[in-house]
Nanobody, 121 residues
């Protein structure tokens, strides 16, 4: 089970930190990803991190503004959102992949319920 937290309302240029905590003892072996979905749009890839944290990858739209990290001792993955823009408004989902990290939502095995991020202009 994955549980996200940390979403909210923020002004343009502001910051938020999202957290996703996993239950179970296999978290350290899972690749983790963040996706987002805006109203009327498809779910889109944001970033992923390998099980060790040694490999990360970002969508061009968030590169240089968002940072993914993980703490395997706490079974938690984080997404630091900086320099937020109105177009970042979406429900943000974390996901876990039992194999290798991927940009495709269909490759992920477990999903959280999502947390809303709203950026006002």
């Amino acid at each position: 089970q994955l549980v996200e937290s940390g979403g909210g309302l923020v002004q343009t240029g502001g910051s938020l930190r999202l957290s996703c905590t996993a239950s179970g003892r296999t978290f350290s072996s899972l690749a983790m990803g963040w996706f987002r979905q805006a109203p009327g749009k498809e779910r889109e890839f944001v970033t992923y991190i390998s099980w060790s944290g040694g490999s990360t990858y970002y969508a061009d739209s968030v590169k240089g503004r968002f940072t993914i990290s993980r703490d395997n001792a706490k079974n938690t993955v984080y997404l630091q959102l900086n320099k937020l823009k109105p177009e970042d408004t979406a429900v943000y989902y974390c996901a876990a992949d039992r194999q290798s990290p991927s940009v495709l939502p269909g490759d992920y095995d477990y999903w959280g319920q999502g947390t809303q991020v709203t950026v006002s202009s």
